[in-house]
């Protein structure tokens, strides 16, 4: 079992077809940055998934990170599909992610806004669609 509570052989849950320890494991621990914003976002919603609260607030900017996330309300993410990206390379300075998450309760579809804040990519903030 891996420190979050999951096996490090198990699938990983952003769906990248790699296994977690290979994946966003790295990420969760602190081992590595996330190189790209989708990169960020994918692991932003493993961290969901396993339910990793001080990785998601590490990587959330500090103008609009809240207090707390409240895991213990969040839904059963059950998969994810990444619409479309702009810009978040390596070299750029912001990007934008849109996704699509669903959950036990139905499908999150949100278009999301990161910025390389000291060299790290971070969540700004994100625009709910449908």
Do not use: K
């Amino acid at each position: 079992m891996s420190a979050l509570g999951a096996t490090s052989a198990a699938p990983c849950p952003c769906g990248s077809g790699q296994g977690y320890a290979g994946c966003c494991e790295p990420l969760h621990l602190g081992a590595r940055e996330a190189q790209t914003a989708e990169e960020l976002m994918r692991s932003r919603y493993a961290a969901y998934v396993r339910r990793h609260e001080a990785y998601l607030l590490r990587t959330w900017h500090p103008r609009t990170r809240p207090a707390r996330v409240g895991l213990e309300e969040s839904p059963d993410w059950t998969g994810l599909t990444v619409l479309a990206t702009a810009d978040g390379r390596y070299d750029d300075r912001t990007g934008e992610v849109e996704f699509r998450a669903a959950h036990d309760g139905g499908v999150l579809h949100e278009r999301s806004r990161f910025m390389r804040r000291a060299g790290h990519w971070v969540y700004v903030d994100g625009d709910m669609i449908d």
